[in-house]
């Protein structure tokens, strides 16, 4: 079975209320290791060490944040400056990332619409995305298409809901092994996939 | 003398001492323990305790006052007007339909009509002290019946004053007593031969002086006392207090105990609150052990053996009547059938107070003698026989019921205390930015301090203090303990933190503990001791200002800030390591030296250029290795 990490950065979860409902039991997922950023990281001292520990245990990893100025939250960057060495997630000597998986799910305020090309954001998503691309790429590591919240500025208690049950739907298949990711590849959004699109 | 107190004090207490744990350990529970033991050394079996009996009576009915003035102490005026409903309601029916029906039964049998007023008010009022030392002996103050039962015992507390008020109004014309110098002086001396309206008038006055004594004097001299910083002279005020408004309560003929009801209530607001609590609790508890050992022994069990159909048919009708009443009363403020028998039968025997209102009853002449005599040992059987009734309740009927209330669950909304989720102990330099950061979190705290001047200041300032010695577990207890979720341990010495913590994890374990170390040494013996969070004084501090003092010298603040927080890593590490070892004086000495070289050694790498190895990350110098030339 793969085991899935998931880095969880948000620096005011507080005041997200589609982040609290999507996390919450997240960690109960079999297979499933939820990992909190900022909880443990609230002064950006990230520990190298630990950090590099878990990616080794696992073998999809998954960045989750808002998207902020079309970018990852602070301590996500920092998480990745120290983490992702040289000599060790890349160069000649940083075998160690080879082989694994890596997507991001994010949540963002605008819809699908705003996020197409010539749309309110000018780019589209995976535009966004393309530095963190490169990224796992240099590790060596597949990059899988991003798992998109829309829309989260309007979303009610019953889309988040929804959202939430989706969400853990999809990794609740990801531990499983049901979720091929060489399914996910050719996709658009990671949650196109059919498990959250039955044919009817 | 002196030969026979020492003897009668070994007499009380070796009874106490051999027949209460016996008494718990069967689950009767200390008050059945006490009477068992007073009827025991009573005159009608091994009869250590003759004629003096009485006496001791009325001496050891100051536990009784202590209890009523501790009772007072934890009812501020505002949540006993939160609190008026039940007591008003549950209470004023209780009294007034008690007083009735006993009062017409008493009339019917051939009493005159003042005669069995008297009788009716004497009997509806109940025993304070053997239902709420019951109530809390077996954890039930919180259930619904529990708290029902307090507010009916408050009102009766409450209607003491004005029955005693009226009592001499009943005299008719039997005159002012005079019989009077009984040894225990209720309605005493120095009233004698007042018409009955100047007593009233007396009565009232003298209440009103000691609310405002209350008020505006007694906080003035407990600051004075406080001040001096010795403990033994506080409790002795504390005594001094209770006493006094005893003794000015005999003078003017009222019951010492409501007197001290009213000083408690005047003295719920004052932050001494805390500490007069854990002064007077052991005397009180001392007092009423005596209190109960003197009623058992207070039995005349000649007169039960002379009519005992009388007696006991008399007690079985008092319970039953005042039961029944109760039980109406629950059943109309909608209490379930569990908690309305735990109220019912807890509360349907005759109280302390008919003591002192049948001797006032006697000496107003309003009743005979042996009219009195018989009515005594029927109030001594109905409170012997209420831990008997508590138990069939709780062994007997409870079980019958399904659905019994959880205490927790069961708690109404008006309870007394309010929620604290945190226990500031000490507000001293550390404490006050505690307590002020989590005030700016929202996050009230309940705050324990002994200096009396930053008590009063703080107060002024509007913060929740309170004044007391923090590691006392009753203090802790009556602060909240029970409820809170954390307490922060910042008392100025090492010895006071650690021993609050000791009395935390051993009756407190769900709290979590915050404390403030001072040194290596005591950050040791509080991490031996199991607590997780330690803070030392002075090292963030220290470090922060190194942090400072580089950025001065041209540091950069990032990398100063970074290496700040390594610091405190190590340190920590260094500690955990060192306390596990330090027993052994050697290897203490050895690890100190490896600690110390070992942080040189790291602090000296510090100073390289991109040697720091947490940040790596941003080093750029393998990667010129390997791209470099192409």
Redesign the interface.
């Known amino acids: 079975m793969p085991k899935v990490l998931i880095l969880f950065a948000h620096p005011a979860l507080e005041r997200s209320r589609v982040n609290q409902v999507l996390i919450q039991g997240v960690g109960d997922i079999p297979n499933v290791h939820f990992h909190d950023l900022y909880q443990h990281y609230p002064?950006f001292?990230?520990?190298?060490q630990h950090e590099q520990e878990l990616l080794l245990m696992h073998d999809i990893i998954i960045w989750q944040h808002p998207l902020y100025w079309y970018s990852v939250p602070p301590l996500l960057k920092q998480w990745i400056?120290?983490?992702?060495?040289?000599?060790w997630a890349y160069?000649?000597k940083g075998v160690y990332l080879k082989g694994k998986r890596v997507l991001n799910v994010i949540t963002a305020g605008g819809g699908h619409a705003a996020y197409e090309a010539g749309g309110y954001n000018g780019f589209t998503m995976h535009d966004f995305l393309r530095p963190l691309e490169q990224t796992a790429k240099l590790c060596g590591m597949e990059y899988l298409p991003p798992y998109l919240i829309h829309g989260t500025h309007r979303i009610d208690q019953a889309g988040a809901e929804k959202a939430r049950k989706d969400y853990h739907t999809f990794l609740r298949a990801l531990g499983a092994g049901e979720v091929d990711p060489e399914e996910l590849k050719p996709l658009y959004y990671a949650n196109d996939h059919r498990i959250l699109n039955p044919v009817k | 003398m002196g030969d026979t107190l020492l003897f009668d004090a070994m007499i009380y207490l070796s009874a106490a001492v051999l027949v209460v744990p016996l008494a718990q350990r069967l689950g009767l529970g200390s008050v059945l323990g006490y009477l068992l033991a007073g009827i025991i050394i009573g005159p009608f079996l091994l009869g250590f305790i003759g004629e003096e009996g009485d006496e001791l009576l009325h001496f050891a009915e100051f536990g009784v006052v202590m209890m009523l003035f501790l009772v007072g102490l934890e009812l501020e005026p505002r949540l006993l007007w939160r609190l008026r409903t039940p007591i008003l309601g549950m209470g004023g029916v209780q009294v007034l339909a008690s007083t009735a029906v006993i009062g017409m039964i008493a009339y019917f049998t051939g009493f005159q009509w003042n005669e069995a007023l008297a009788i009716g008010m004497t009997f509806a009022l109940s025993s304070t002290a053997i239902v709420l030392q019951t109530l809390n002996e077996k954890g039930l103050m919180k259930s619904r019946g529990g708290q029902s039962s307090f507010a009916v015992l408050l009102f009766q507390d409450i209607a003491v004053i004005p029955i005693l008020a009226l009592l001499p109004l009943l005299a008719l014309g039997h005159g002012g007593g005079g019989e009077g110098g009984d040894g225990h002086g209720h309605g005493g001396g120095a009233m004698d031969g007042l018409p009955a309206y100047v007593q009233t008038l007396l009565t009232l006055g003298s209440v009103v002086f000691v609310v405002l004594a209350g008020r505006y004097l007694v906080p003035r001299l407990m600051r004075i006392v406080a001040a001096t910083r010795q403990r033994e002279l506080l409790t002795g005020a504390a005594l001094l207090l209770v006493i006094a408004v005893a003794v000015l309560m005999t003078l003017v003929g009222l019951s010492p105990a409501l007197g001290a009801f009213v000083g408690g209530v005047v003295l719920a607001n004052s932050h001494y609150k805390h500490e007069l609590e854990s002064d007077l609790e052991p005397f009180k508890g001392l007092l009423l052990g005596l209190f109960f050992m003197a009623v058992g022994a207070s039995i005349d069990f000649n007169l039960v053996a002379n009519n005992p159909v009388l007696v006991l048919g008399l007690v079985v009708a008092l319970l039953i009547v005042k039961a029944g009443i109760l039980f109406a009363i629950g059943k109309s403020f909608g209490m379930g059938l569990d908690q309305n028998f735990l109220f019912s039968l807890g509360l349907a025997q005759t109280g302390e107070f008919a003591f002192v209102l049948l001797s006032f009853i006697k000496q107003e002449g309003i009743l005979p003698g042996d009219s009195v005599a018989l009515l005594l040992v029927v109030v001594a059987i109905s409170m012997a026989a209420t831990p008997l009734l508590m138990l069939f309740n709780e062994r007997v009927l409870q079980p019958r019921f399904g659905t019994r209330e959880k205490v927790e669950q069961s708690r109404p909304a008006d309870t007394i205390e309010e929620q604290r989720r945190v226990i500031v102990a000490g507000f001293g330099r550390f404490g006050a930015v505690v307590g002020r950061f989590l005030g700016a979190n929202g996050v009230r705290a309940t705050i324990l301090d002994n200096d009396s001047d930053r008590v009063d200041l703080l107060r002024r300032m509007g913060f929740e203090v309170y004044y007391g010695d923090a590691t006392r577990f009753d203090l802790l207890e009556s602060a909240g303990a029970e409820e809170a979720e954390a307490i922060i341990i910042g008392l100025p010495t090492p010895e006071q933190n650690l021993m609050l913590v000791e009395v935390v994890k051993k009756h407190f374990l769900h709290l979590h503990i915050v404390a403030r170390s001072f040194d290596y040494m005591d950050t040791y013996d509080l991490m031996d001791a199991g607590v997780l969070h330690i803070f030392r004084d002075t090292l963030r501090n220290g470090v922060a200002a190194a942090g400072e003092t580089l950025k001065l010298l041209g540091f950069r603040a990032y990398q100063v800030d970074?290496h700040a927080?390594r610091f405190l890593e190590h340190d920590t590490n260094a500690l955990r390591s060192l306390a596990a070892v330090r027993q052994d004086e050697g290897e203490y000495a050895d690890m100190v030296r490896g600690t110390v070289s070992d942080l040189e050694q790291q602090m000296k790498s510090d100073l390289g250029p991109n040697t720091y190895p947490?940040?790596?990350?941003?080093?750029s110098e393998?990667?010129v290795k390997?791209f470099g030339e192409a």
């Open positions: 002064d001292y990230v520990d190298v400056d120290l983490t992702l060495e040289h000599g160069g000649s | 970074r927080h947490r940040d790596y990350g941003w080093d393998s990667l390997e």
